[in-house]
């Protein structure tokens, strides 16, 4: 059985864009092709898409502003055409781009009478503006509109209730889905029982992410959410390795994956040291011994390695990884096997 | 009748106008009238005499502009100033001024009254018409009774009934009845008279040969009204005739049941044929003679029965004429109070001046009571433009001189054939009411003499020209009014085609050369409220009927969306509203912002203030936002901000929706609604409300009320939002329990003393605890939002006390919500019962997910096929950026002219944008959707467009509400019903049956222990939560649960009282 799944997978799915375009620069467009699918499994890959791309992608918004001598949301200020609450209303609309997460502060200030739209908005270096030409207010008189803007990245929406805000922050309802349609389509062809299928997948997005980037994040989250089983099965997989003797290249891809994934949290864990987590100071203090300070050092070594460590039993390591499973749902390998 | 030849065409005219003209009326004529009937007041001794020049009235400016009004909680009104004289003849004075009568409350631009800072509106009344008509009951024996009823202007009645015997009796009240010649001698004819001027004096003679002694009173009239005053009110015995007798009978009886009014005496001139000039509003001789004479005709079926339902026996009491009563009930009460201060100024021998002798306050407290307390003087509906349009075009069978909702029989709330064009067959309340609040079709206007007229065209034989001709409802009858719903296919050979008409309250086929009129317009049968449905005529009336009126209910949303398929009317309807800010005038507009714009007409600036953020009658939230360019030149006319609920001065109440009709696991059952959370987060159903809390301070017995900040033995943290005065302040975000206006009461020292802590205070310190009660305003159950304004209002109470009101105004953006009531324009209604992710809904074949999944099952049963005609050219309008207006029931031209372009529509959208799954030949109309869950099609294609849908003022925060206690009704000790009383739910004995055999035993427990007869628990509870400790569980049974243990033992199972130990499952039994 797993000669056959070998046979088959020689013929690898690829994917292709096959068109993009963009309608306005908050409309882009991007139909994408995979193929060739086995029967049923483009349907599989289609919804998941469709959901994970629907749901699961990150976006950046706009979400407090603080103006100035401003009481309320409700209130009108002169030479201003637009109410308070309508500004806010058009702050959310704004299509932003960042790259790290975290709250980033921006700014308007801006002399009237003019325009103001995304383009006065003065950012932080990682925010960038999608479209400069989207409209907050009309200043009809010269007075001077300052606002400051927090900028956050996130997914989903967020509805805020303006209870804990006070001295003119006002909370902005956030919508951080940069996907603003996704559809796919299946088409199937081939005879008898050597069906094959390919996946069209097209997406629109707001502009801030190409549809490409989108298709790309939202296969990195789809995986995220299956690598728990990645690891339990690997563990499992890998001691029938163990036993058969075997390396299979049918995991590779999940191997690479995990690689991604381990790098990306080698950067993460370098930064926490294992003194922040709730070890016994014995069990800190014989780590310390050895040179490990960050939970990057920690995850060099493999259970078996710990053991090794002197004054450093069969208990202690039992208690290392339960720190680590529950405060960064991380394993620590048995063997020295595993780490690559 | 010629396509390009419609020069009959017309605009519609304005919708608030009806109101207009009646408040001008009453400026321009009915105040004249009542101030020339003023009479000229004299003295006894004819020394003073004094007079009001009427028809010299003059109306000041009102000291305040409308919107302080409102703002200061006061009347906007004008005072009005009559020239005056007083004539001293001993000292041959004459004495001129101008006098101040009173306050007149004004209309406003709006058809509206602002008293006491509300808007108010007076409605138009439909009442009986003054009159004499006819009609046929069986009596108990089932005999045909004939009696001919005379209405009187004031309402009262009188009937003159012809029995089997052909006798003629008048009846005076329920159970006495006197006979005719008595009435007749009793007003004055005598017996050659009533002979000569009868058609039938075979019969009157043998009325009077019946009963001799009758003869006898005809021969004076001084017997007549002695036996007429016996017989009404049936007094026995001798009585004397006397004057003052007389005049009690002229005022109780005859004022009362015969004055018939300008309007009553051309009804019986018309009917009996009479010459009696229009002047004479009482009922003379003649009339009884006549009116008896034509009953003796319809008894042998030579007359004709009045159908009392017509129209044409019923007029409108407009806001002219119950201003006009006011207004004369006024004057009567300063006529007396003028006489009053001549009489004493003639006792005390000083001279008055017209000044000192008329007082204002007769007219100003007359209009106060008039517009505070009168039925028909209503709280303006404002929930959205629309409700306002309706409002003020109300017709009200109810009020005084009226029917009331639960006497009316159904016939009266029954559409009739004379309602054609001028009441609306659709329009009207729910429940008690229907029928009885009726609405006025949109072209229907008031005539003389308070008739309803409905415009037609009047096709000449002679000349293709056609002219529009007002007819009242009797005068129609008698013509063929072709429906104009089908008017020549074939020019040539208009004549030869049959088109469907009226003629005598029939519908029939005619041929078009037959034809009087033919009406002007498809939906002049109907209220603008029921014009504003698309597809109106696939739809069962009793839905259109629910349509309509949830329009009304419609909150306007935080960004109105024109609908894509319409009717054509909503560009009427925002401006006649008076919600959008209207060009007065011409020019360039020179400034804008939120708040105000300015334009230069001809150099000189006028301003335009709008409306932001303010509170309507029914806390919906009016805002105005500019519609105008900077340095653009603007018409007169021309739209500059659009309010509340309007889209470039089109009326927009709803959303285009994108809906499915599909079953979605149960939670479209029963007329719920699922929808999309994209309703929610892109803000579509958001809508604002502003809610207003108030707190007045009085003078109470032990010294004012104060309005502080300093409130003893509250938490801090409640007190957070107050400034230094002790109110909110503006822009802090308040919430349940928050205090909105710090306010102490003071108390009567002792009261304080009894206290406990009082009084262990002032023994150990001596100390006098606070002398004051908290009575703070806070903000209630279920509160919370934004203060945008806080009002202090100084008001001068009429004893010279200073009450100070204090309103808080409070903002709440509310988003979509599951509870919340969202509606289709033909009635379809539901509650929304789950929101779900937008992947998760349905979506169509180009990947759009459905917003909104209907039940299919609501469609068929309430035949509103129109719903489902709105949403397929809304599918296609959404997708080619078009809007459709589509008159309902124009079949001018075409048969079914608007049901034909909805498929073709689809296939062009389909076409043109190149979306072949938009138009499928095999389901057109319908779609094949896809589960958004699953990626399954599913199973049957499903029909999906955008609705117009608008949510509804009904909403689950007002109406949400929980109560563990509270009050208890006085009487039957169950608890009181709806929110606003804290009400709640009483748990009876089928609620507890219900919860033993569920077997919730924490609260089974409670019940049958803590909370039933064990007096001594009860009491321990009561120490416990005092003390706070815990409370303790009681040691013995009560007697409820000894109850529940005996019945169940009746029904013979074994009970007992077991305790298993977990550790070794030995059952350790013990006896209950």
Known sequence: ?????????????????????????????????????????????????????????????????????????????IGIEESVHDILINLKEIVLRSDPYGTREASICIVGPRNVTAQDIILPPSVRIIDATQHIASLTKSITFDIRLWIEKDRGYRIQSPKNYQDGIFPIDAVFMPVRNANYSIHSYGNGNDIQEILFLEIWTNGSLAPREALYRASRNLIDLFIPFLRAEEQNIDGMDNQNGSNMPSFSFSNISADMERMEEEVAFKHIFIDQSELPPRVYNCLGRVNIHTLSDLLNYSQEDLMRIGHFGKKSVEQVSEVLQKHFAVDLPKNKFQIH | MLLDENKGTSTIPEFGKIQFEGFCRFIDQGLIEELQNFPKIEDTDQEIESQLFGNKYELAEPLIKERNAVYQSLTYSSELYVPARLIQRNSRKIQKQTVLIGNLPLMNSQGTFVVNGISRIVVNQILRSPGIYYSSEPDQSGITLYTSTIISDWGGRSKLEIDGKTRIWARVSKKRKISIPILLSAMGSNLGEILDNVCYPKIFLSLLTERQEQKEYLRSKKNAILEFYKKLYCVSGDLVFSESLCKELRKKFLQQRCELGKIG??????????????????????DVLAAVDYSIRVKFGMGTLDDMDHLKNRRIRSVADLLQNQFGLALGRLENAVRRTIRRATKRKCLPTPNNLVTSTPLTTTFQDFFGSHPLSQFLDQTNPLTEIVH??????????????????????????????????????????????????????????????????????????EHMVYLSSGEDEYYRIATGNYLALNQGIREEQVTPARYRQEFLAIAWEQIHFRSIFPFQYF????????????????????????????????????????????????????????????????????????????????????????????????????????????????????????????????????????????????????????????????????????????????????????????????????????????????????????????????????????????????????????????????????????????????????????????????KIQVGDKVAGRLGNKGIISKILPRQDMPYLQDGTSVDMVLNPLGVLSRMNVGQIFE??????????????????????????????????????????????????????????????????????????????????????????????????????????????????????????????????????????????????ARHEVLGAIITGGPIPRPGTAPESFRLLVRELRSLAPELDHAIIYENDFQIDRKEV
């Not at chain 2, 959303?655 to 609604?673: C, Q, R, S, T």
């Not at chain 2, 599918?875 to 207006?885: D, E, K, Q, S």
């Not at chain 2, 072949?916 to 699953?934: A, C, M, Q, S």
């Open chain 2, 265 to 286: 005496r051309r009804n019986p001139n018309q009917k009996l044929n009479l010459d009696i000039p229009e002047n004479e509003i009482f009922s003379l001789p003649q």
């Open chain 2, 871 to 1016: 949403c397929l050219p809304g599918l296609a309008g959404n997708l080619m950026n078009r809007h459709y207006r589509i008159t309902p029931f124009d079949e001018r031209y075409e048969r079914e002219a608007s049901r034909k372009p909805v498929f073709p529509e689809l296939y062009g959208a389909s076409e043109q944008t190149a979306n072949p799954w938009v138009f499928e030949p095999n389901h057109p109309g319908k779609n094949r959707l896809i589960d958004g869950r699953t990626g399954d099609t599913l199973e049957q294609p499903v029909t999906t467009g955008k609705a117009y849908m608008p949510k509804l003022i009904h909403q689950v925060d007002d109406k949400i509400h929980a109560r563990s206690s509270g009050p208890y009704a006085l009487v039957t000790q169950q608890p009181l019903r709806g929110k606003s009383k804290r009400g709640g739910q009483r748990v009876g004995e089928m609620e507890v049956w219900a919860l033993e055999g569920f077997g919730v035993a924490y609260i089974l427990q409670e019940m049958l222990t803590l909370k039933s007869d064990h007096i001594g």
């Open chain 2, 527 to 814: 209220s603008v409220g029921v014009s504003l449905i698309p597809f109106l005529e696939h739809n069962d009336a009793n839905r259109a009927l629910m349509g309509s009126n949830m329009q009304r209910q419609a909150v306007p949303l935080f960004q109105p969306e024109k609908c894509i398929v319409g009717t054509g009317l909503e560009g009427q309807a925002a401006p006649d509203s008076g919600s959008a800010a209207i060009a007065t005038q011409g020019g360039r507009i020179t400034y804008i912002d939120a708040g105000k714009i300015t334009s230069s007409v001809d150099g000189d600036t006028v301003g335009t203030e709008l409306v932001t953020y303010q509170r309507s009658n029914n806390n919906t939230c009016m805002h105005q936002k500019p519609r105008v360019r900077r340095g653009e030149y603007v018409k007169k006319g021309q739209i500059l901000a659009d309010g509340a609920a309007t889209v470039g001065g089109e009326l927009s109440l709803g959303k285009n929706i994108l809906v499915a009709h599909m079953p979605w696991e149960g939670y479209n059952f029963e007329d719920a609604i699922l929808i999309s959370e994209r309703l929610v987060y892109e803000d579509i159903y958001t809508s604002f409300h502003i809610e207003r809390y108030g707190i007045v301070t009085c003078m109470t017995s032990q010294g004012p009320e104060r309005i502080t900040k300093e409130i003893p033995h509250l938490d801090a943290h409640l007190l957070r939002h107050l400034d230094g005065n002790g109110l909110v302040m503006l822009g802090s975000w308040v919430e349940t329990g928050d205090v909105l206006v710090g306010k102490l009461t003071p108390q009567p020292a002792e009261e304080s003393l009894r206290a406990p802590e009082g009084r262990l205070l002032q023994a150990i310190f001596g100390i006098q605890v606070s002398s004051a009660r908290e009575s703070c305003l806070r903000v209630p159950i279920g509160g919370r939002g934004r203060v945008i304004d806080v009002r202090w209002i100084h008001k001068e109470e009429n004893f010279g006390d200073n009450a100070e009101v204090v309103h808080v105004y409070i903002f709440q953006k509310r």
């Open chain 1, 1 to 77: 059985m797993i000669r056959d799944e070998i046979s088959v997978s020689t013929q690898t799915p690829r994917w292709r864009c096959i068109g993009s375009g963009a309608d306005s620069k908050r409309l882009h467009y991007g139909r994408f092709a995979l193929s060739p699918l086995r029967k049923g499994q483009a349907s599989t890959i289609g919804i998941a898409m469709r959901r994970a791309l629907l749901g699961e992608i990150e976006g950046t918004c706009i979400t407090h502003a603080k103006l100035e001598k401003v009481t309320h949301e409700y209130s009108a200020i």
């Open chain 2, 392 to 465: 003020r075009r109300k017709l009200s069978y109810l009020g005084p001189g009226g029917l009331t909702g639960r006497t009316a029989s159904s016939r009266i709330r029954d559409i009739h054939p004379s309602h054609y064009g001028r009441i609306c067959p659709i329009e009207t309340s729910e429940g008690m009411n229907a029928g009885l609040v009726a609405s006025l079709a949109i072209r229907a206007r008031i005539g003389h003499c308070g008739s309803l007229q409905s415009p037609f065209h009047k096709i000449s034989e002679r000349s293709e020209e």
